[in-house]
Each structure stands twice: as structure tokens, then as C-alpha cells.
């Protein structure tokens, strides 16, 4: 659902000529797609208010280098996944970011 929500949004904000690089805000949404992928079934909503919550700067400034919003979605993910690495929640391979 998370990514049928973000590829509306990309759409409706391509159509305006808007670009999404002014504010980025990280959702448990966001972390349950990348434990998904990891195969893992924590809740979302208590990994991202343990671990992702705060770091919403970090999360936001590594949003910000890119201008168009697949480039950013990419990015969010990206970070989000290497914050859940370094705090062990999860292991193996990167999913998501250049790596790929």
C-alpha cells in the first residue's frame, strides 16, 4: 500500500512541476517495508520509535542531495535500512541504495 501511495504522490507532484526535496519525513510505514524485505516480522511501529524516530536529521539530509522524488524515496530507504543495520535490528545483504 506504502508504495501505491508514494507513486500517487509522485505523480500528482510531477504534474505540478513541483520537486520534493524541501522537507522528508521518515514513516514506520517506511520501516516495514525494508523489515519486509528482510524477511522479518517485527512491529513496524515500535522498531521506528526505538530506532528510526530519532533520526529523523540524518534520515532527512541524506534525502536531501537528490532532487527528484524516486531518487529521494530511494535514498530514505536506503538510510533507514543502513540505521537498522548499524543498530543490529537487521543483518545480512542491503535491499535497498547504490549497493544494489
Not at 22 to 49: K, M, R, Y
Not at 59 to 76: M, P, R, T
Amino acid at each position: 500500500m506504502a508504495r501505491i501511495v508514494v507513486h500517487e504522490l509522485k505523480n500528482w507532484f510531477a504534474n505540478k512541476g513541483i520537486k520534493m526535496s524541501q522537507a522528508w519525513e521518515a514513516t514506520s510505514e517506511d520501516v516495514g517495508e525494508i523489515l519486509n524485505q528482510h524477511d522479518l516480522f517485527l512491529d513496524e511501529q515500535e522498531v521506528f520509535d526505538e530506532h528510526v524516530k530519532c533520526e529523523s536529521t540524518r534520515i532527512e539530509k541524506s534525502v536531501l542531495y537528490y532532487d527528484d522524488f524516486h531518487a529521494q524515496c530511494e535514498a530514505s530507504l536506503s538510510e533507514i535500512e543502513d540505521i537498522l543495520i548499524e543498530k543490529g535490528v537487521i543483518s545480512g545483504e542491503k535491499q535497498f541504495g547504490d549497493e544494489q
